[in-house]
């Protein structure tokens, strides 16, 4: 079986969790004896070469219709966020104020739009125009063989938001559970507190320095700053204290050992499907604080300590409790039962096998 993943244009030069999504469903797929290749939107593709089309991140519905062909059967994997909480009540400028009076899909066009015309992304289907946020993304749901969500509730956000013709099946995000290994012997730095994202207003940033400033707590943020959000960064560093340190996009290898000594990792962002690096923190023995939005609560039930966003005490609060606790093993083992990429590639694989048995 030979698939072609088809994602954003910008999946390596613009890097978020979907670029480890897609490299570690690739790698694992491959290691059952499926061929993968990952194809960016803007490539020319020899579309008979694939017995079955995978596109990532339905939200960018302009970068799949292009390379939808009615003798090929394709799936999509959802990757559904919703960026609006952030875009409606705390983006700035007149961006911030013209998103306040548009829904989510509407919010979702004009971004799209307005990357295109700025030259930032490429607007590959000019349908789009016309179609629409929400048009698109339903045509796409209802010619797709097969969708694949990071959770149940996921799953339900696309039955709520859209009309699902076809089965949607839940498989949850992942980690390598073998670079990410624990060792006991260790102790952690109670005071150490890690923040692991690339940094820009949904991640919130700014309101985990405003609420760790000068504290007992270190806090390392390790990431670059997202394209477009530079601004951001800037006020980030100016009102960081002396215990806050930046530290730039290092690979997943050195980030072991940072995980390691950390007692804390927290993700206090306006939406997160699970966050990528609290998996990877929590198998390395790190309590985790995570926002209270998206689907995080199905990802670390009891297991995680949750706080507001939008409020610095709440995350301060959230921070204190994790660095006072006790780890709690059985996070760990739940990680490393229930998110690895092989488990995830299991999944998908009898997906495109039950697929391709009905053509």
């Known amino acids: 079986m030979r698939v072609a993943f088809i994602t954003r244009s910008t999946l390596y030069t613009v890097r978020g969790g979907d670029t480890f999504q897609v490299a570690q469903t690739a790698r694992h797929l491959e290691q059952l004896g499926i061929e993968v290749d990952i194809l960016l939107t803007d490539e020319a593709i020899d579309y008979d070469r694939y017995d079955l089309l995978h596109f990532f991140n339905i939200i960018r519905p302009a970068d799949i ?68 946020q929400q048009g698109s993304v339903q045509e796409i749901l209802d010619k797709t063989s097969l969708v694949f969500s990071n959770s149940s509730m996921e799953s339900h956000e696309l039955a709520t938001q859209y009309q699902l013709k076809t089965d949607c099946i839940s498989v949850p995000n992942g980690l390598d559970a073998e670079l990410f290994s624990f060792d006991e012997a260790l102790k952690k730095d109670e005071r150490l507190v890690l923040c692991v994202a690339r940094i820009e207003g949904i991640k919130n940033q700014l309101n985990l320095i405003k609420a760790l400033n000068d504290t007992p707590y270190r806090l390392l943020i390790i990431g670059d700053h997202a394209p477009g959000h530079a601004d951001y960064y800037q006020e980030c560093r100016r009102v960081a204290s002396a215990n806050v340190e930046f530290i730039e996009h290092i690979p997943q290898t050195e980030l072991v050992h940072y995980y390691q000594r950390a007692k804390v990792h927290i993700l206090p962002s306006w939406f997160e499907t699970c966050g990528l690096s609290s998996l990877e923190a929590g198998a390395m023995g790190c309590n985790i604080v995570i926002t209270d939005k998206g689907y995080t609560r199905e990802y670390y039930g009891d297991y995680a300590f949750y706080c507001d966003p939008g409020n610095p005490s709440s995350i301060l609060d959230a921070v204190e409790h994790a660095a006072q606790s006790v780890f709690r093993a059985d996070l760990r083992e739940q990680i490393l039962t229930n998110y690895t990429w092989d488990r995830a590639a299991a999944s998908i694989a009898r997906g495109y096998k039950k697929i391709l048995r009905s053509i």
Not at 85 to 91: A, F, I, V
Not at 115 to 132: C, H, I, N, V
Request: proline share 4%; charged share 25%.
């Open 65 to 132: 219709l292009c390379h939808i062909r009615p003798d090929k059967p394709f799936v999509v994997s959802s990757l559904l966020v919703d960026y609006s909480g952030y875009d409606k009540h705390h983006r700035k400028g007149i961006t911030g104020r013209i998103a306040r009076f548009l829904s989510p899909g509407a919010i979702e066009y004009c971004k799209t739009i307005a990357r295109y015309l700025l030259g930032k992304d490429k607007l590959m289907t000019k349908s789009y125009l016309w179609k629409g």
